[in-house]
């Protein structure tokens, strides 16, 4: 069975649990951030309450603990599947979390695939696209 490790802002959550759901019901295991998984525990999809280094900066362990367990769960995975919604008015966005998680699974040769098209103006465009990935137009039956 093929395990694929969702990736995204934070911001996009509650989207990904849908998809995690939607990839399950074919056969898939999923792999998503553990924020989202608490988020979706609790129903609660507020971002900024799980983001305290912003009113405290001794809580930066944390961001560093999620992002650390997500490269975990990227090296886990076969495949990643970028979920990149729109953002601060920019369609199909990428922040650099997710650009970092791309970075991992390409040097790891795993297949990357994002589910909109990349985002216009993007200031790392280019090594999006040198990542080589798979732009599924909104489709998951493309993932194979």
Known sequence: M??????????????????????????????VPKTALSMAKTGDFEVLQYKTW????????????????????????DAVLVVNDAKHGVAGYIGPNVLMEMALAFYQRKPIYIL?????????????????????????????
């Not at 990736?7 to 019901?25: D, R, T």
């Not at 900066?57 to 975990?72: G, I, P, Q, R, V």
């Open 54 to 77: 912003f009113g405290d900066a001794n809580d930066y362990h944390k961001k560093a603990d999620y992002m650390l367990s997500h490269f975990d769960e990227v090296t886990k995975g």
């Open 116 to 144: 909109n098209g990349l985002p216009d103006d993007s200031p790392f465009e280019e090594e999006l696209k040198g990542m080589m990935p798979v732009i599924l137009k909104g489709d998951l039956a493309q993932i194979l």
């Open 2 to 31: 093929k395990t694929i490790t969702i990736c995204s802002s934070a911001l996009f959550y509650k989207h990904v649990m849908e998809i995690k759901e939607q990839l399950e019901a074919r056969g898939f295991v999923v792999l």
